[in-house]
């Protein structure tokens, strides 16, 4: 038992990239606080967290595009959102009810764990074709805008489409209908 | 069981900042946000767990993208363009769970989902 | 512009503006006639572009071609391809056509003024002279057989436009069943030709008769059963009765229908496919011609309505065209074709300016005295009835006489044949004859309803212009004699033959014609060899300058002697009396007049052959049918009733039993069953997917690593 620990500090420590160690910590903590918060609100708030710190994996990864456009779009958007609908939709003053919740929340958590486990062996055992970690590229901005209208047309006109659909969809639902 | 374990750690103690690690990471966001969708009562809470899965699987994509298989360079950038049409999607799927949750608000007075049971008979 | 874009347009102009008006005519002001005009007008102009181009022009012909169809290939390697043909026939035939229609057009901005369906009459006219102008352009038989139909089509509308009257649609029917008759021998024609020829191109057609790919009986055959298509369209004598009834039809309709272009498409396919026909169907052709011209002539005498006398006159003219072409006379009966398209137009707008005068009455019997409410009209009325006549000078007068001078010299040659220009002979004193006697009935003596006569107005400015233009043209349309004696290749002339016929057809037809009208039934096998410098030196060609002249002279003296005898018997004297009384004459020849005024009794003989005979047929067969086959029908009922009682009680208790409501119970139970499972809790279902996803991801992971 005792190894196992000394072993967990040891990847947390040896690892040269602080960085990476911090987000780690910061994504996982308040990814828990948001699953597992009774306050909407908080999970809300731990999401933002969760998020920036997803930014940060991705500029590790290399594309610090995509960190941008996390930022941008799910903090500044999704989140933004969320936060509306909490306050749209949420009572004040009023408290979740505890207990009805709480036999699902033993047998997802054991499902939960199960199935963590599963994936953790998976990982671990899968043979991976691991290549060697090339250093991030100098910048993605200008060959992501180019691959956008080359290979990806496609995919960039159907997820533009979808936007619009979507945005004409959810205008539609909440028309105000005359009772 | 110890053994088991131990050996398993030695996998990441080999490269902490690895495939390996960031996989487990993603794994626990995913579960994470399993656990919100099924724990959660309030709609939006389901919503904040389905975001989480939703970053996982994007981490996903980008931590198989940067571990790629031994290529150098890759002019295609398949995982930052996964990432960004995914974060396209979550962005529509906000936006109509939104307009749905307002709707069932204003039908229901709530989104408590253990309340909305109408179609029980 | 080339001839061919031209031809085009001239096709797709009023097709278009068809379009256009069937869809939008109720939004456009006056439902849209003015654009109708201006495209007729357009058409006219480019067609008398196309005349001149054509006929100016090296003479070349133009052919386009749309290609083969492969689908329609019934062999292989036969495509049936269509286009379009332009030559100096389809030249004239254009400008026939499209002056003729948009002198209609315009004239019935009046004539149908207030009409109910306005729009409607104008889309039909565009689509009638669209198809008119698709059956002329034609450079094969299958695309004009298709136009020919669109031609039926229209002119069932157009006929049919009071279809609230019964007469009138009965006689859209009756004009559509008539001609659909002729064109199943077309098709019949056309189904042996592309058999035997593998091609329905004019071309190809005439080709394979010089080199004998189609002779014996079934080229006659084939040529029969073509002509027979034109005897339903022109109105030729067993085939004529749906022409008359389709008098009643608007008199506009009247004059483009009857007298320019849907006969006319008859007489056009004829001329077309002259080269084609053998001896034998030449001078069937020929008799028939001849007869109808003569038939038609003698009812025209006594009809009362002033349309049907035009009616039957210009089944009349119709038969003169025919015979024209039988006897070889291609370039008289297109010259006839053309000036009777002038004037016949002009008679039956006159008659339709008479009508619209005297509100929409037409019995000749309540007419009179209308030269001098309707001075204009009048006089193109006789300027136009002077040239149906044949009054020396006079358009009609040169082409009757190519006719008549055709028909003398083939019986000069083959007095055999005597029949056919004594027919015509008859038919020039008979056609003066009724002639005045409808002019002089109509326009002079005093009015014998005075009440209508007191309300006559001369017609307005939109009826007069075209009756003008066409009664002008009735005197000097023979003047375009030329250009047709141009075509003619026994006139002389052989450098206007040879600069404006030059297609190639000429020189086949010359040959065609030399074998058809001077070898006919003497010399059949032998082949001629002339070509068409020794045939314009021909016997033909001697006969044929005798009896220019003797026709000449016998077809005055005998239209000369029917306007006599018209006046003797119709123009009043200031007594108010004729010299005769046509009553009297009537009288003592009661039976013949009789038969006259029935017609022949035609409709009651086909009514008694074809109908009731149909009917009796159907009798039998019904009685036979409730006798024989219904008892049998009856035995095999009573047979499935006992059968289907014993089957209804297997249906009753193992199929509804154990099938039907055993299958519904066991899945009502299921059902009830599995409710359980639905709660409506939105979390439980989460779980069941994650539980479902779970154990899915553990059987694939133990799958994976264990083997």
Redesign the interface.
């Known amino acids: ?1 005792k ?2 620990i000394v ?2 500090v ?3 420590s ?2 040269t ?1 602080i960085s ?1 160690v911090l987000i ?1 910590v910061l ?2 903590a308040s ?2 606080v ?3 918060s009774r306050s ?1 609100v908080q ?2 708030f731990a ?1 933002f967290f ?2 920036l710190g ?1 930014a940060g ?2 500029v ?4 610090g ?2 960190a941008i ?2 930022i941008v ?2 903090v500044g ?2 989140l933004v ?2 936060m ?3 306050l ?4 004040p003053l009023q408290r ?2 505890a207990d ?2 709480r036999l ?2 033993v ?3 054991i ?3 199960l ?2 486990g599963v ?2 062996h998976v ?2 055992a899968a043979p ?7 250093g991030a590229p100098a910048g ?1 901005v200008r ?2 805008g180019r ?2 209208f080359d ?2 047309l496609l ?1 960039f006109e159907v ?1 533009g489409m ?2 619009l659909l ?2 004409v ?3 539609y ?2 028309r105000r209908r005359d009772q | 069981m ?1 053994e088991t ?2 050996r ?6 080999a490269d ?10 993603s ?23 389905i ?2 899965i939703l ?1 996982a699987a ?2 996903n994509f ?2 198989f ?9 890759d ?3 398949a ?3 996964m ?3 995914l ?6 799927e ?12 204003f039908n229901f007075g ?2 408590e ?2 309340s ?6 | 512009m080339s001839i061919l874009a031209i031809a085009i347009l001239i096709l797709c102009l009023p097709v278009a503006m068809f379009g256009v008006l069937a869809l939008f005519h109720n939004r456009i002001p006056r439902h849209g006639d003015f654009l109708a005009i201006l495209t007729l007008g357009a058409c006219l102009l480019f067609s008398t572009i196309l005349f001149f181009k054509a006929f100016f022009s090296d003479g070349s012909t133009a052919v386009w071609g749309f290609g083969a169809v492969g689908w329609l290939a019934a062999r292989a390697g036969n495509a049936l391809s269509s286009g379009i043909l332009v030559d100096n026939l389809t030249a004239a035939m254009l400008v026939v056509v499209t002056l003729i229609s948009f002198l209609v057009h315009l004239f019935s901005v009046k004539y149908m003024e207030g009409d109910v369906r306005y729009g409607r009459y104008y889309c039909g006219l565009l689509f009638f002279t669209a198809s008119m102008v698709g059956v002329v352009l034609a450079s094969d038989l299958l695309w004009l057989y298709m136009s020919w139909e669109l031609v039926g089509l229209s002119s069932y509308i157009l006929i049919g436009h009071w279809y609230e009257k019964k007469s009138a649609s009965d006689a859209a029917i009756k004009a559509f069943i008539t001609t659909r008759i002729g064109d199943v021998g077309m098709l019949i024609g056309l189904l042996i030709c592309y058999w035997k020829v593998g091609s329905l191109q004019y071309a190809d057609l005439f080709a394979a008769v010089q080199t004998g790919g189609l002779a014996g009986g079934w080229h006659t055959i084939a040529g029969l059963g073509i002509f027979f298509g034109a005897m339903g369209k022109s109105a030729q004598f067993p085939l004529h009765v749906w022409l008359p009834d389709a008098m009643e039809g608007p008199t506009p309709v009247s004059a483009l229908i009857h007298a320019a272009t849907m006969v006319a498409a008859g007489v056009y396919l004829t001329a077309r496919m002259l080269p084609f026909f053998d001896s034998t169907t030449l001078v069937f052709i020929a008799y028939i011609g001849g007869f109808t011209a003569l038939f038609a002539a003698t009812i025209a005498v006594v009809q009362d309505d002033i349309k049907k006398v035009l009616a039957y006159s210009t089944v009349s003219q119709l038969g003169y065209m025919v015979l024209g072409l039988g006897v070889g006379g291609y370039v008289s009966g297109m010259f006839h074709l053309t000036t009777h398209a002038f004037f016949k137009a002009g008679l039956f707008l006159g008659s339709g300016a008479v009508i619209y005068a005297m509100h929409h009455e037409q019995s000749m019997s309540r007419y009179g005295g209308l030269r001098r409410k309707m001075p204009v009209t009048t006089v193109c009325y006789l300027l136009a009835t002077l040239a149906l006549v044949g009054f020396p000078g006079f358009s009609g007068f040169w082409s009757k006489d190519a006719i008549l001078a055709d028909s003398l010299a083939y019986a000069m040659l083959h007095p055999i044949h005597a029949f056919l220009p004594i027919a015509g002979f008859v038919t020039v004193f008979l056609t003066a004859f009724y002639m005045f006697r409808q002019f002089f009935l109509t326009f002079t003596g005093k009015p014998r309803d005075s009440h209508a006569y007191e309300h006559a107005r001369e017609a307005p400015w939109q009826m007069l212009v075209p009756l003008i233009v066409l009664g002008a043209l009735a005197v000097v349309g023979g003047g375009f004699g030329g250009w047709f004696g141009a075509m003619n290749p026994k006139r002389g002339g052989e450098e206007q033959v040879d600069a404006i016929v030059r297609s190639g057809y000429v020189s086949t037809w010359t040959s065609r014609l030399s074998l058809s009208s001077v070898s006919t039934l003497s010399t059949e096998s032998t082949p001629s060899t002339s070509e068409h410098g020794e045939s314009a030196h021909g016997p033909e060609v001697e006969a044929l300058h005798k009896a220019h002249y003797i026709a000449m002279g016998l077809s005055t003296i005998l239209g000369l002697s029917g306007i006599g005898f018209g006046a003797l018997f119709y123009f009043e004297r200031r007594n108010g009396r004729a010299l005769f009384d046509p009553a009297r004459v009537a009288a003592r020849f009661a039976p013949i007049h009789r038969l006259l005024w029935n017609k022949y009794y035609l409709d009651e003989i086909y009514m008694l052959c074809f109908v009731m005979s149909f009917r009796g047929i159907a009798w039998l067969a019904a009685w036979f049918d409730r006798l024989v086959i219904d008892s049998i029908v009856n035995f095999f009922g009573l047979l499935g009733v006992a059968g289907s009682w014993i089957v209804e009680i297997f249906d009753r208790y193992v199929v509804d039993g154990l099938g039907v409501n055993g299958a519904a119970r066991v899945t009502a139970l299921l059902g009830e069953g599995l ?1 359980f499972s ?6 439980q279902y ?2 069941s997917m ?1 539980t479902g996803l779970l154990v899915a991801a553990g059987a694939c992971a133990f799958a994976y690593f264990a083997f």
């Not at chain 1, 749209?88 to 009572?91: D, E, H, I, S, Y």
């Open positions: 038992m190894e196992i072993r967990l040891q990847i947390l040896e690892g990239n990476f780690t994504v996982l990814a828990t948001a699953a597992l909407v999970a809300a999401l969760t998020l997803m994996y991705y590790l990864l290399g594309s595009f995509l456009t996390q779009i799910y958007g999704i959102l969320l509306f609908g909490i749209l939709t949420n009572r979740e009810k009805a919740g699902y929340l047998a997802g958590a499902g939960a764990v199935f963590l994936l953790v990982i671990v991976w074709a691991v290549g060697v970690a090339p993605d060959p992501i691959l956008l290979r990806y995919a997820a979808t936007l979507c945005l969809g959810a205008a639902l909440v | 110890t374990i131990l398993q750690l030695d996998v990441f103690l902490p900042t690895g495939l390996h690690t960031y996989l487990v990471v794994a626990l966001l995913f579960v994470l946000g399993l656990i919100a969708c099924m724990a959660r009562r309030n709609a939006i809470g389901i919503l904040i767990g975001e989480l970053n994007i981490l980008m931590v993208w940067h571990f790629r298989g031994g290529q150098a360079t002019s295609t950038l995982g930052p363009m990432g960004i049409f974060i396209v999607l979550a962005a529509c906000a936006a109509i769970a939104l307009a749905v949750l307002l709707n069932l608000y709530t989104v989902v253990d909305i049971r109408r179609m029980k008979r | 409710s639905e709660t409506g809790r939105v979390r989460i779980v994650v």
